[in-house]
């Protein structure tokens, strides 16, 4: 299984922006679809990105859509969150997961996702 840690993590202002990033360690990091999630007090985990191995294919919900961006680096075995326009609401702890299932990127599920990052938080102030 690959090791994931996320940074970069902080508090904002509304409308500003935040990038996060995941650092994996193990084995064949290139081989593992990367998502991003959150988690906010009392809610359930939600799934805001996914990217394919070798980064050909991106998924966003709506709700994101427009103003989160993935990508990742699979010689630096990173992936990485930019986030703009952030708003109170985006107030979470966020977490990026890694995956070897073989499903198209929308159909991805929480349970698909094997390995998760400790997270880090994200404060938005209005």
């Known amino acids: 299984q690959v090791q994931l840690v996320e940074s970069g993590g902080g508090f904002v202002q509304a409308g500003g922006s935040l990038k996060l990033s995941c650092a994996a360690s193990g084995r064949a990091f290139n081989t593992y679809i990367m998502g991003w999630f959150r988690q906010a007090p009392g809610k359930e985990r939600e799934f805001l990105a996914a990217?394919?191995?070798?980064?050909?294919?991106?998924y966003y919900p709506d709700s994101v859509k427009g103003r989160f961006t993935i990508s990742r680096d699979d010689v630096q075995n990173t992936v990485h969150l930019q986030m703009n326009s952030l708003q109170p609401e985006d107030t979470a702890v966020y977490y990026c997961a890694a995956s070897q299932t073989g499903k198209f990127l929308p159909n991805l599920r929480r349970a698909d996702f094997g390995s998760w990052g400790q997270g880090t938080q994200v404060t938005v102030s209005s």
């Open positions: 990217i394919s191995r070798g980064g050909m294919n991106i």
